[in-house]
């Protein structure tokens, strides 16, 4: 079936022209190593933790040396009337609204959906989708409602359970293994108490509850549901966690920030799971540290993220950065080049190499040297690229900041609160993410009145 609808698709861009950009202007897809633009700009998510320096900008000015490349970060919009500390990137929402069009964004793909509804980027041509793993491609344009497709996957950041194997050894536990229930994970958590420091800490809340599909919003009856078997099994597991956690906080401080990635990597924790990228304080990623674990000497290894005990058994949603460009590009030929060759063999290969997962469709052929520039080196590497079912995200997960500091919450909460958390945390759910529906609403119709 791939074989055939690549086929279609490479016989009907052969016939129309030798390329040709979403309005059916041509140009010369050959001509790839020459730009038109002095300078391109280009937004970038901070908020995934991927570097652009060495992700896009090293090989972008190798390649086009007589274009300026401008990098703006952006972060994802923060929690409903909060302002997390040292939020100093401006958020997304914002930049759409008043800043001057990039010519090419580079974002978390939970994002999509809101900018295909606020009719916020040009479609782009199926001919670069062709050397773009298939599935993935698929899954990018279901999003839009007619199936167009708005993005292409740049990458997929890994997530999985990482541990110490020294601090394993010394309490004499087996280490984890691929395919663990997060049952098991707390049983083996349970096993390797000692002192004050949790044996484990998590910071993918938001992928934990992608694996149950869980849904809290209902766009009929514009409800929040908060009684279903999904919701009370993920709470369940959070709420059995609470016992593990020392560090406690009360309501009045939830939003305080503390650093639970710094136990792990000190060598006083036992597991973490976790992405290799991600946000600085909301979704901190592994490599973010990897300076700090090579100074501490920590020995880790990688299993794959737990699952849930049910018949499903899935990973984690996909998180994903995507590459698109805006409507209002000025320069969009030149910025399809550029997306071309950021999807190129030559750049994913390179980008795997430092931990990023190539989309692309002979990604196999460069999968044993993923994460070989990195602490991954020498790693159970392939725990992070097994493939299989996964979960899927609902509308909510843009809110990516409020999804992982209420579910934070149930694990951290100090033990007075614990019969009544996970009403607490559904009553800080239900306000926050009501208002910003709202806001959300708002801001497509806003969108679309200026385009």
Known sequence: MKGIYHLIIFLSAF?????????????????DDKLVAEQLVIWWDEGTGVPHKSFAEESLSNKFPNTT?????????????????????????????SEPSPDLIVFDTRFLSLMIEADYLEPISDTYGLEMDYDIVTEVRSVAPDFVLYALPFGRIAEGLFYNKTYFDMMNVPYPRDG???????????????GKESPIYIKSYDSMASQLSLRWYDPETEQMNFESDEWKELTRILVEMNDLVEYRVTFADINSIRDLFLPFVKGESAMVVSPLFGHQSQKIGLLHYESSLMFWGVDLDIASF???????????????????IPKKSANKEDALKVLRHLLSHEVQSENSRKGLISMRADADMFADEFGSSTILAGKSVKSLLSGGPKGERDQVYEFINTINTSLESMVTMDDIWRDTVVEKVQGILRERIMNMLSDRKLFIEEMREKL
């Open 15 to 31: 016939l129309l022209l030798s390329a040709c950009d979403t309005k059916g202007e041509k140009f010369d897809l050959d001509d």
């Open 69 to 97: 490349f401008r990098f703006t970060h952006f972060r994802a919009p923060p929690p409903h009337g909060l302002l997390p500390v040292g939020y100093s990137s401006p958020n997304l929402l914002e930049m759409m609204r």
């Open 306 to 324: 737990p699952v849930f005990d049910n018949e499903y058994r899935l990973r984690p949603a996909d998180y994903m950065l995507g590459i698109g």
């Open 180 to 194: 663990m229930t997060w049952d098991e994970v707390i049983e083996l958590a349970k096993a390797l108490k000692r």
